[in-house]
């Protein structure tokens, strides 16, 4: 057990108010999940929640959040009842593993996520994102958390196996991957008797899951048979060798990583963009420095990776969107032994969980937290704590789809800001949901066609 320096004497863990029987505080965090989150900072540093009849420490406080990421990461592991259950699903994907095998898969897959080589695929990720954003039309409104999956899931596909996928195989990608964002949170938080009861989802996402990795077990034996015929990253990712031993992964290896990847492409960078297209759509003077800034840079021209890196404000903006509206909200951890936590003893074997939402609305850190302000990123802001700025984790499991996912998502930005005005449509008010990403839901935007610019019809 670590032990607490002069300054942390031991802290008492208080439970938080509103635990139900059988429930726990399961209720609070699906139903009135930002509000529910937002209440525990008032507990102190950590406060204890109860899933069901599972406790789960909650750690509210950025930098103990920032010192279990970091520092302190190897008293917190990913495991317990979640990482367990996520195992089942991902198998031994990167995310799902600890310690030497963690270390092993992130030295083989990284250097194929680093910035230099996701920026070689931005021309084959700006077509698919064109495709689908050049089809909108005129004045038709689209369902904006739905249709940027869409655009998402095309780019990472693109990313993944090259441009070359067949449509109706994207197509089938989409939908599977639809049917397991939708349970995935239910399947690994969730009470375990709700999961029980749930018998039609739970064999969708079974059937789902299996046709997954059946189609990605024919592209790996495809990739085997023919190298030259694989593209992109997965072509990589079946020569990759260890820097350190020189072995390659097994099939199985890249089949659990293939799966691990497309399940965290499902949703994240789809639900990010689409409450950056409600922040554009609804504040005219965001959207004008949006496109000016993105006529000035791409002047009509295809946006490369140089442009992309010159859209500061477009950055910001989306830098904005991920402090305020997540898309993450809770990740866990599992303890191996006892730890002093600055002062909060925790016990060996229990689920730990941190959440962006709680640090990014710190008002002691963000002040102002609940106002939406791309203009406290700019670099001459006067203060922002970038070290309490986790949208993709911190440390050795920080996200590994980072670089995709900033590419990706400015991409999809210039390119709509080029060719659309965007609309709020507001059929029905926007509520923030909590799946595996807290959602907009009922979020319809409407693009008119612009009639100025260099990118204009
Ligand atoms: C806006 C989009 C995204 C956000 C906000 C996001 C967020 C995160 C966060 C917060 C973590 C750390 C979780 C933890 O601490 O337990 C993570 C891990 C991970 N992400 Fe992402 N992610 C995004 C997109 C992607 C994409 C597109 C990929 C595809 C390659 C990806 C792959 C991964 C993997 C493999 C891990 C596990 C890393 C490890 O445990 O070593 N993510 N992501």
Not at 408 to 413: K, P
């Amino acid at each position: 057990m670590t032990s607490p320096t002069a300054q942390e004497s031991t802290r008492l863990i208080p439970v938080a108010r509103g635990n139900l029987p059988a429930l726990g505080h399961a209720y609070h965090l699906w139903r009135h999940t930002l509000e529910f989150l937002d209440s525990l900072r008032a507990y102190g540093g950590v406060v204890r929640i109860n899933i069901g009849t599972l406790p789960m420490y909650m750690v509210t406080d950025p930098e103990l959040t920032r010192r279990v990421l970091t520092s302190e990461s190897r008293h917190f592991e990913t495991g317990g009842r979640m990482g367990d259950n996520l195992a089942l699903i991902f198998g031994s994907g990167v995310g799902t593993i600890n310690g030497d095998g963690h270390r092993r898969q992130r030295r083989i897959l990284q250097p194929l996520f680093n910035r230099s080589y996701i920026a070689a695929h931005t021309d084959v990720m700006r077509d698919a994102v064109r495709g689908r954003v050049s089809g909108w039309r005129e004045g038709i409104p689209f369902e904006a958390a739905a249709e940027m999956d869409r655009v998402m899931v095309a780019a990472f596909l693109t990313t993944l196996f090259g441009p070359t996928l067949p449509a109706p195989r994207e197509e089938e990608f989409y939908r599977l991957l639809r049917t397991l964002m939708k349970g995935v949170m239910r399947k690994t938080v969730a009470p375990s008797w709700a999961n029980r009861v749930m018998v039609t989802a739970n064999r969708e996402f079974d059937r789902a899951l299996a046709r997954l990795r059946q189609i990605i077990g024919d592209l790996i034996r495809e990739g085997r048979q023919s190298p030259e015929a694989a593209g992109g990253v997965f072509r990589a990712m079946l020569a990759a060798r260890d820097p350190d031993t020189g072995a390659g992964m097994t099939d199985a290896q890249i089949a659990d990583e293939a799966v691990t990847m497309l399940g965290t492409t499902g949703e994240a960078p789809g639900t990010a963009l689409a409450w950056a297209l409600h922040e554009i759509s609804r504040n005219p003077d965001i959207q004008r420095r949006v496109r000016s800034e993105v006529d000035t840079v791409c002047g009509g021209r295809p946006p490369g990776p140089a442009d992309l890196a010159a859209l500061e404000y477009t950055r910001c903006v989306l830098t904005e969107v991920m402090r305020h509206h997540g898309p993450g909200y809770l990740f866990t951890r599992w303890t191996t032994a006892p730890v002093d936590l600055g002062g909060y003893l925790i016990p060996a074997h229990a689920n730990v969980a941190y959440s962006q939402y709680i640090v990014h609305h710190d008002p002691a850190v963000f002040p102002d937290p609940q106002r939406f302000d791309p203009d406290r990123w700019l670099p001459d802001a006067p203060t922002v704590s970038r070290s309490s700025y986790l949208p993709f984790g911190l440390g050795s499991r920080q996200c590994l789809g980072e670089n995709f996912s900033w590419t990706a998502m400015l991409l999809t930005v210039a390119e709509i800001a080029a060719r659309w005005d965007l609309h709020p449509h507001r059929s029905r008010p926007v509520k923030p949901v909590a799946s595996t990403t807290v959602r907009p839901h009922h979020l319809t935007i409407t693009p008119r066609a612009r009639t100025t610019g260099p990118g204009a019809a």
